[in-house]
């Protein structure tokens, strides 16, 4: 008894002391951490919630998924009924976790509260629970025994966000809330559910955080959430959306924003690979998160097979989503689906978990993984298309190679290997043997050496004088040659030192050369002298830029030419401060944009939810991207003086931003100001 009041008196006086800072780990700490991650590669998301009882419909619209009391804008009260009808009496946990197993996942995430507020676990912080359903069984504490039980990691899905809380702001226009909300009373509600959550269920490996990108969001905040977070559960892993500076639906964080210890691209899987960076792409298995009966556009075994092999061979991880109905049982389609993916990782499973992203930049016939193999490498040769004639290249690779075999073949047949100056082949024949991907095994000594082509850098594929060119290249012990006449380069070509200047339109070549031959293949940019835009000459101009608004609910930017506005006026910039709409709106600015020298310049919005920029007639930036603040941007020549500039954006509920920017090419980027715009 002694010891116990010991232990407590030495556990008030933590709350006294100040927070470790968790952000501030040894890169050794933070790998070891990420270690179980790292090797995992493939794990189940679970979306599940009130929003499985509509299955997707309200009213005649049968298009909802898990945002179906926002889009439909149902009351707070109807909503709130719904918790009388959940009851998911066939939910199982053991099967849940035995069908993720049996997949090949190695984690799972799920929805322990989602943007509706709903929780599927015994909150003492609020009755929005299942244990005030009729169903009255805690469906995380079940979950976390049996994946404790099986040996499956578990991660809870939390939403910053909440459309019940009266705390939450900002409040939606079509929520009759009335009353005063303090954000501050809660972030204590959500500190405290996640204590909640980091205390009551055991060992817990992720906290997915969503539902970040609205206003009241900072990266100040996520910092603290992080800290507060990794206090309760030091080994837990928390994505980027833990903070405010994920830059859309490609998931990454904004330069200098705070990200967490991992990426989020949605519905998407980056173009390369980003060595240094942990990532994980978040998919469905349909087109829906939440469960809709209507839904039945799933995913083929052969497209997750692909999409999984893609994602470990640029070095990521990929969550898989299924969501289950309101009877707490996934869609048969799902789980048949799931079962030949399963049995495709019971054969080419090493091909995924433990490997890292592929040495190669592109293969025209499949993806590569790899894995250290003491003084040796292995790479697992991801074949979607069949070569032609069984012959199978890998370009530029220099290693010695030591074996090859079907990594489904028990009796490792060897496969034929021959090489061709800077390539290995392997001689595969007609053995092909699962079209979704079959797997070949190469073993090289070493670790891989392979001579990718030069990079080819500049800052713009157009100039009006001239333009800088360099060529670069990750390897040492090799040349650089190169031309500017559209020809194939060769050992005679001129010989890469520094940076040079092209004054024509023209089109460069590259090539690395080692010993007197080419070792890598040609890399290739062409670039277009062009003269600049003429400027307009306008008078009785002012400083400022004419806005028209409107207000209407589109999912993607409307043709505003066919609509009335609700109002026009002029502004000294762009800014939504206009808005009378706090959630669905749209604006065109319209006027003239100083340009202050003949130049190439660069425009930019970074946007929530879409927008449009044009100079002239000319679309130069197209960024009708949603969910979450997305930059993009484009190039053009102007001459010195005034150019029209239009700039349309909508606003579809959730987090609003639109900022513009521009820059002229050596200049450092910066929002346009006010004395930069004019109108008539």
Known sequence: MKKFLTMLFFLSLLQFLPAQN??????????????W????????????????????????????????????????????????????????????????????????????????GFCLFNSKETDFDVMSTPFKRDILKELSDECHKQGMKLGFYYSIMDWHHPDYL???????????????????????????LLTNYGEISILWFDGEWESTWSDERGRDLYKYVRSLQPNILINNRVSSSRSGMEGFTAEGGFAGDFGTPEQQV????????????????????????????????????????????????????????????????????????????????????GTSASPFKDLDWGRCTQKKMGHQTRLYLHIF????????????????????????????????IERVENNLILNLGDKIQDERNTVAVLDIEGKPDINDPPIIKFDSDIFIDKIDISLESNRSNIEIHYTADGTDPNINSPLYKDKFELNNTATVKAACFRGGKAVSRISEASFKKIKPIPSLKIENTKNGIRYKYYEGKWELLPDFNSLKETEEGIIPNISLEPKKSPNYFGFVYSGYIKIP???????????????????????????????????????????????????????????????????????????VPDSSLFYD
């Open 22 to 35: 968790f952000t501030g780990e040894t890169k050794e700490q933070h790998d070891t951490r990420m270690q």
């Open 37 to 116: 991650w790292r090797e995992a590669r493939f794990g189940l998301f679970i979306h599940w919630g009130l929003y499985s009882i509509p299955a997707g419909q309200w009213d005649t619209v049968t298009t909802y998924g898990e945002w179906i009391r926002s889009q439909a804008q149902i009351p707070i009260e109807v909503y709130d009924s719904l918790v009388f009808k959940f009851n998911p009496v066939k939910f199982n946990a053991a099967e849940w976790v035995s069908m993720a197993k049996n997949a090949g996942m190695k984690y799972i995430v799920i929805t322990s509260k989602h943007h509706d």
């Open 170 to 196: 900002p409040k939606r226009d079509w929520d009759k809330f009335s009353g005063n909300a303090d954000f501050e009373k809660y972030i204590k509600y959500m500190k405290n559910q996640l204590k909640e």
């Open 270 to 353: 980056p173009a390369t690979g980003l060595p240094g960076v942990d990532w994980e792409s978040c998919m469905t298995m349909n087109d829906h998160w939440g469960y809709n009966k209507n839904d039945h556009n799933w995913k083929s075994s052969k497209e997750i097979i692909r999409l999984l092999s893609d994602v470990a061979s640029k070095g990521g991880n990929y969550l898989l989503n299924d969501g289950p109905t309101a009877e707490g049982i996934f869609p048969p389609e799902s789980v048949s689906i799931l079962r030949e993916v399963g049995n495709w990782l019971k054969v080419n499973g090493d091909a995924i978990y």
């Open 385 to 416: 298309d069949s070569p032609k004639g069984g012959r199978l290249v890998l370009p530029g690779i220099y290693n010695k190679p030591v074996d090859a075999f079907f990594l489904a073949d028990k009796n490792k047949t060897p496969i034929k």
């Open 597 to 671: 020298e003949d130049g190439i310049y660069s425009f930019y919005t970074a946007s929530d939810d879409g927008s449009r920029l044009y100079i002239g007639d000319t679309l130069l930036v197209d960024n009708d991207g949603q969910h979450a603040v997305v930059e993009k941007e484009g190039n053009i020549a102007l001459s010195q003086g005034f150019h029209p500039i239009r700039i349309t954006f909508f606003e579809n509920a959730g987090g609003e931003d639109l900022k513009v920017y521009f820059k002229r090419l050596g200049v450092e980027k910066e929002q």
